[in-house]
Structures are given as structure tokens and as C-alpha cells.
């Protein structure tokens, strides 16, 4: 925490920037309300519980829709990266379908399941399903097939194998894949409440600034950056609890 | 034991049977091991037979890539052979057998490195005794922490252990297994001289206590000779088995003084000077 010092005072600095380029008028104060100001209403928000009626609903959505993606995709890739038929099955379309942009997803969404939670959750699930996927199929056909000859030879059966050996071998590349999952849960929520409907922290932004509430905008965009970052760093601290094996060296 | 016979180079392993010997416990016939690797095809062994007698203690030795532990993943059924059968106890070995366990060469990628030394120990001895209490189970594991001299370290993860630690750590998960059929692949390559002679005579006391057949690759001619009740020496196919040789030194043996015996000498002397002039004769 201490050798993170410099960049602590630089967000003080851009803060301190911010301020002044906004009371002096360098930039137009109603798009850009001094600092201060959003602090002030971002507190004021949070007390009078509007701020979390709007994140909860988002919060909800990334979380229901993260972890119907992970139970899909884990056992999924299990399945790919132990059978090869599965594999070669399902690889083609995987490769296909994954590059396309999440979004791109929810217009057909709409179509399907209309503009409220299920499109939402829905498209959140697609958007996280992929890195957890393809990070379990390629962790587990990266396991070390001495590690699997090994639980042959103490003649361990191939059920067993898969949960004792192959799953805590690729577990390392699950988690990565879970944690890149739960990043792009959190744009796409952002997303599909931006495009419709009227709860969630992404609808809220967009209509502060429809409606001029700059400041709670950006207190908006603040919540958003403060969960991330909290997200991330939950998740640092899961895997540095399942990983605890690599020692301190091991790293990501 | 007749002196005159104290060593038997070149001794034909039919004959050993022959005269009044344990029953065969592995029959190796007519084995052919091919590998393809970009197209080409490599031959590793061409019509190998062999028999190995119950309860030896038989080293194998031979120059680096000539199959030896291809050999002992054959018999352990990680391999299969591309032609000929491998028999255990009377059965045609087509997977790992029960009552068999190979020890990886490559000891660091066979260690479970998500366990601690504890649970490494541990997983060997789930998979064979399956009502044992949690304490018994703790109990007997530490014991053989203890035999392999890493008291203190059970709770160590391997990313927390030297190699030669984690070398110790895949031989006690073995031998706590207390298999009928022990397949060690030059299983003291990573530990100092020292602990490598505690080891030996570990392995060869818990050899001489239990009915076990140990199979044990090394390049060492020193330590195949202190070890073992018999010794082979491989050559490339299509050479295969180029030396077998019966260790007439008596056991129990011990560093000091089996080492202390003239015979021992001349065993080590007979068996290096045949393998180099070999080799040298090929180079
Ligand atoms: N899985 C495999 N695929 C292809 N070739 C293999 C495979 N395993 C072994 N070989 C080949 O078989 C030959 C014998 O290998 P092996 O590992 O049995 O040698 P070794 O006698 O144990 O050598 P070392 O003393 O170096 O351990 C080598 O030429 C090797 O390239
Ligand atoms: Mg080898």
C-alpha cells in the first residue's frame, strides 16, 4: 500500500485540477461541476438511499448473471477439455460466437425476452460465459498429463481424477476467467441499462444527464469506478486464498 | 554363499529361473515400442522379452534415451506396447494395475502442488486403505515424513520446498503405499550424497522387511550395485538387454559395511569397466 504512494497523489492532483479548472471557469461549470460539488451531492445521494435503489437492481443482475455463466461454462469446459469429441464439438462455434461484442447481443434479446430483467441478466450471462469457458477448457487440456498419469498409477478413477487432479490443476486459469468475466458483466450491465428500461446505475447516469443533475452523473460514474475496482480486488483475495499453494512468488 | 560366485556377469535370466528361483512375478514377451513423433517412427524396444522373478530388487541402467523409462512405464500400464504382452501375477497388464506404482523422473510436475507435503502423503495413502481413522491416517503419514527426514515441513506447499525435498515427498507418497510392485525412476536424482545414502538404506530396510519387487532406474553403477539383487543394462534398440547380472552380496546390507567388502568392489569394478568399454566401444 505504501509503494502505491505516487499514484495516490496523482489522483489527488487530477482532483485538485479538476477543482480549479472548474471554479475558474477553464472548463463550463454546468458540464463539469467543480469536484467538490460531486463529493457533496455523491454524499447526499448515498444518505438518502437513492444512489443504492439504482445499484442494487445493477449488482443484482451482474451477480445472478455471472453465476449462472460460471455453473454453464465450468462444467462445459470440464466436459470439452477432458472429451475431445466435445472439444472439437464445440471449439468451432465457441470461436465464432465469442468475438462478437456483448451489446451486439441485446438488441435480439429484446426480441426474446423483452426490455426488463431476464434480457438483462440474459446478456449479462452470454458476456461472462465466454472467458470462464475458454479459460476452463484451455486449463484443463494444459494440465500436465504427468500430474494425470500420476493419479492413474495410484489408480485414482477418471471421475475422481477430474475433481481431485484436473479441477484444482485448472483452477488457476478458472478463476482468471471468472475474474475477466465479472469486468465484462459490469460494462455489459452498464450497457443494457443505458439502451432500456428504467432502474439500475447504468439508466441512472444517463438520466441524470438527460435531466442536467451533472453532479449525481458523475457521482454515478464514481460508484461505477469504486465497485470495480472492489470487484477486482474481491476477487484478487479469492484467488489469492485458492491459489494460496503458489507462495508468493507465483503471481497471475 | 559360494565364493567363487559372488558375482555372475552375463548370467542368462532364463537359467536364474531355472535353478531353483521365486516364481515369475512380471513376464515381459516379445515387447515392441514404437513412438511416432513428427512422421518418423522411433523404435525404443524390437522383440524384448524378459522375466522378472518376485520379491528382486533389480536395477536398470543404460545410457540416456535408450528406454529405460519407457520400460517401466510399460510395465506399469501407463504405456501400452505396440506389439507383445507384458504379464503381472498372471494377468496381461492393459492399464496401471492395482498393487503397482510408478515413481515419475519427473518428480516435480508428479507432485500435487495444491497439497501440502501432509496431503501429498496423505493422497498416496487414500487411495489404498480406505477405513482408516483421520487420526491413524495423520499418524501414519507423519511417520513416513519422518523416514524421509522432512519432519517440520509437513504443512510446506512443494512451491515452498527445495527439489530434492519434493523428490522425497513423491517417494514417501509411494512407499506408504506399501505396493506389491515399486517402479522408481531415478527416484534419489535431486538429493545431496548424505541423504541419498539414508535413502538407500531406508528403501532397501522397508525391501527387506516387506514381500515387495522394486524395478529402479539409475545411472549410478555405485548405487545399482549396493541396492539390488539384480542388475540389467539396456542399449538402444535393437541392442535391449545387453548385461544381466545377479548381486550375489549378501543382506541385510548397510552403507558401511557392505561398501567394506571386497566384493562389493569388485562387483562395482566388473559392472562399470563392462558398461564403458561398451559404450566407448559404440561412441
Ligand atoms: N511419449 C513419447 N513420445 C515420443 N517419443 C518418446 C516418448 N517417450 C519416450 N520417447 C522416446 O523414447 C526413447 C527412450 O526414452 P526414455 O525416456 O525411455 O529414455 P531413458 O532411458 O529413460 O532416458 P533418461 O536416462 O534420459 O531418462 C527416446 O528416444 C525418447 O525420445
Ligand atoms: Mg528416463
Known sequence: ?252 | MNLSNVYELGTDNEMQIETGRPKTLIHIEGVNKEFSVNKNKITVFENFSYKIPEGSFLSIVGPSGCGKSTLLKLISGLETPTSGTINFDGQVISGPPKGMIYVFQQYTKSIFPWYTVLENIEFGLNTQKKNISKQEAKERCMEYIKLVGLEGYEDYYPSQLSGGMQQRVVIARALICEPKVLLMDEPFSAVDAMTRAILQELLLSIWEKLPITILFVTHDVDEAVFLSSHIISLGKAPIGLKEDIVVNLPYPRNQIDTRKSKHFTTMQLKLFSSIFSQEKGQA
Do not use: C, H
Not at chain 1, 472548474?22 to 460539488?37: L, R
Not at chain 1, 465479472?182 to 439500475?200: D, H, K, Y
Open chain 1, 1 to 252: 500500500m505504501l509503494k502505491r504512494w505516487p499514484g495516490f497523489v496523482l489522483i489527488i492532483a487530477l482532483l485538485v485540477m479538476w477543482e480549479i479548472a472548474s471554479k475558474t471557469g477553464i472548463v463550463d461549470s454546468v458540464s463539469m461541476p467543480p469536484v467538490s460539488q460531486v463529493f457533496t451531492t455523491w454524499g447526499g445521494i448515498i444518505a438518502n438511499g437513492e444512489l443504492l435503489n439504482y445499484l442494487l437492481p445493477s449488482l443484482g443482475r451482474i451477480f445472478s448473471g455471472f453465476l449462472l455463466a460460471a455453473l454453464v461454462a465450468v462444467p462445459l469446459g470440464l466436459l470439452m477439455g477432458t472429451t475431445p469429441f466435445i472439444y472439437r464439438l464445440l471449439e468451432p462455434i465457441t470461436e465464432l460466437i465469442r468475438p462478437i461484442p456483448a451489446s451486439a447481443y441485446i438488441p435480439v434479446a429484446i426480441l426474446f425476452l423483452g426490455i426488463e430483467n431476464e434480457m438483462k441478466v440474459f446478456v449479462i450471462f452470454l458476456s461472462s460465459l465466454f472467458p470462464i469457458l475458454l479459460n476452463t477448457y484451455s486449463g484443463v487440456r494444459g494440465v500436465d498429463p504427468i500430474l494425470i498419469d500420476t493419479g492413474r498409477t495410484f489408480g485414482v478413477s477418471k471421475m475422481k481424477s477430474l475433481f481431485k487432479i484436473i479441477l484444482p490443476a485448472a483452477l488457476p486459469s478458472i478463476l482468471t476467467g471468472m475474474r475477466v468475466s465479472v469486468g465484462i458483466a459490469l460494462v455489459v450491465a452498464v450497457v443494457a441499462e443505458m439502451i432500456t428500461g428504467n432502474s439500475g446505475i447504468g439508466y441512472f447516469i444517463l438520466d441524470m444527464q438527460r435531466i442536467f443533475r451533472v453532479a449525481e452523473m458523475f457521482a454515478g460514474i464514481f460508484t461505477l469506478g469504486i465497485i470495480g475496482y472492489l470487484i477486482n480486488f474481491g476477487f484478487l483475495k479469492v484467488e489469492q486464498y485458492f491459489l494460496r499453494w503458489r507462495g508468493n512468488t507465483g503471481g497471475v
